[in-house]
């Protein structure tokens, strides 16, 4: 979920533990639960810093290790045992156990998105991304933000918020419905359908879809149940050959293939290099694929630039390339 979601939810857990009688009878344990839930619910995506390293390590590493299970430890002992130095007269086990369910809620809700966690990391390193939630979405984001105004308003933030979680649960749940309608009609139109990658957007009623078949991808537009098909890719393996193995070892094609599900590519030969292209095809907009890793290499198949991340036009990944422009 984006940082705007995962702070309110804190704020929500915060008011929840008031269900517990330690934190209810004991107005310094509830400051210090609340600023824990607050900052624990966010704890996990502090490895956003990685963005300033560059793309390839944010997109390989974000939402990787900082939220496994271990991580999910750690980071709740860290942010419960730096808030207890400033409430020593509380109970630590208390304070602990709700920054913990912050974090786990954090990591939990992060699976339902079209991105994914490694949320199973070391046992297993694929990405858990179930794509039935959007990262931020409109309504979730409006029922914490309306507890969290009741709650200010006077009304008990236990009843509060078991409704607003009760309520949220239950939208996941029409909201993988929806999901599981729109794999069903892919499934019944193609034929040989390997997977169907959905792709919600911020507006309820539109979804964005990618079909993997045994010989195309196809990527489709779902709006109010109707499906439209908008473009249909030959689907060709990467090809065992000197440049395409070079281009495998550079780190911004490894951190989008480690990323991506469904992509193609392609490949343009130049006079003095070659440009090799992956295309993340979960993303189209305004007919174009705004994900993608680019590869030059020369004639002795050495990488004179790459790149990879969400850019909108031509121009501007022409600029990402600089060595070539």
Known sequence: MDTATHITMGVAVGGLATVDPAVQQDPSLFQAVLIGSIIGSHAPDFDTLFKFKDNATYIRHHRGISHSPIAVLLWSLLVSGSIYLFYLDTSFLHLWLWVLLAV?????????????????RPFVNRWIAIGFINTFDPFIFSLYLAGIIAWLLGANPRYTFLIV??????????????????????????????RVVTQPTIRHNIWRVAVIT????????SEN?????????ERKPLPDTAE???????????????????????????DDYTEIRFIDLRY??????????????????????SYTGWVYSEDKLQKKLEPLT
């Open 165 to 194: 979680l009760f309520v949220v649960v239950l939208y996941h749940i029409k909201r993988y419905l929806d999901k599981r309608e729109i794999v069903k009609k892919m499934k019944d139109h193609f034929d040989h359908v390997e």
């Open 244 to 270: 395409m193995n070079a281009a495998l070892q550079d780190k911004n094609v490894k951190a989008f293939i480690n990323f991506s599900p469904v992509y193609r590519y392609e490949i343009d030969r130049f």
């Open 214 to 221: 045994k010989e195309y991808f196809f990527v489709a537009r």
């Open 225 to 233: 149940g109707h499906i439209e098909i908008k473009d249909k890719f």
């Open 284 to 305: 189209r907009a305004k007919g174009r694929y705004p994900f993608v890793a680019v590869v030059a290499l020369d004639k002795f198949y050495n990488v004179i630039t």
């Open 104 to 120: 786990i809620l954090h990591v939990f809700v992060d699976i339902f998105n079209p991105y994914g966690t490694q949320a199973l």
